[in-house]
């Protein structure tokens, strides 16, 4: 499901691309309150989203030749995004982003048993501490609205990570880098900007620790973290 999401926002990219250099080239009138926010360097807010989160999975020689799992896969839940906002104008038409809060997951890896085909749910909850810098580029306003594109890079570290309990057959590390890309579109308001955002984000290296005690964390080689995020902005 997360790689069709990222699927949809990259063609959503393409698209918003194509209708940022058409208002760009269209211009527009009646940006009362436009003008009034670009008069501003920088500016504050908040972001609070819902945040879908789960793994993208690469099993191991193990997971062929083993008979006793034949079925891993990855689960998701909803989760909840808040966040600060930090904005930074380069130029008229790019921001500078840094988005530092918490984020709070539940992720879980699915087993099926050979002898029974009896499904195990492993669930992993998190508590996320983040550090996403972005760049943003923004069209030309049109009546009080104006879209944009964003991509960046996110850190973040699960405050409630399971990498030294003893008890847990699946460990994952607390440590995680991602890219991120989005679109969205700000709308001004008299005090404030208000800006619904989508967004997808990949981890960008392996975050599975790997036990070769425990059969579940044999079959899989490789753990990708993956988010696809709806958020929205108030700043002013």
């Keep these: 499901m997360l790689h069709l ?12 691309m194509g209708s940022v250099a058409a208002f760009c080239q269209i211009g527009g009138r009646d940006n009362y309150n436009f003008r009034d926010f670009n008069k501003k360097s920088y500016y504050f807010g908040i972001n ?32 909840v995004n808040m966040h600060m906002i930090t904005n930074l104008k380069l130029g008229e038409y790019f921001d500078f982003r840094f988005l530092p809060g918490f984020s709070f997951a539940q992720r879980g890896l699915l087993f099926s048993n050979v002898s029974d085909n009896r499904v195990l749910e492993r669930k992993i ?24 594109v964003v991509a960046g890079l996110k850190y973040s570290y699960d405050v409630q990570t399971n990498s030294k309990s003893r008890k847990s057959l699946i460990k994952i590390a607390p440590h995680d880098f991602q890219y991120e ?5 700000q ?27 425990q059969n579940e964390a044999r079959v899989l080689e490789n753990v990708v973290s993956q988010i696809f995020t709806i958020s929205f902005n108030f700043e002013g």
């Design 187 to 213: 709308m001004f308001y008299p005090y404030f900007i208000f800006s619904p955002e989508i967004k997808f984000s990949r981890g960008l290296g392996n975050i599975l620790i790997y036990d070769k005690t």
């Design 48 to 79: 609070i989203g819902f945040n879908k989160s789960g793994y993208k999975l690469h099993q191991s020689s193990f997971f062929i030749n083993n008979d006793s799992i034949k079925v891993t896969e990855g689960g998701s839940e909803i989760g």
């Design 125 to 148: 909850e998190s508590v996320f501490f983040e550090l996403p810098f972005h760049l943003r580029f923004k069209s030309e306003p049109y009546k009080d609205k104006r879209m944009f």
């Design 5 to 16: 999401f990222g699927k949809k926002i990259t063609i959503a990219m393409v698209l918003i």
């Design 181 to 185: 890309v989005g679109v969205g579109m």
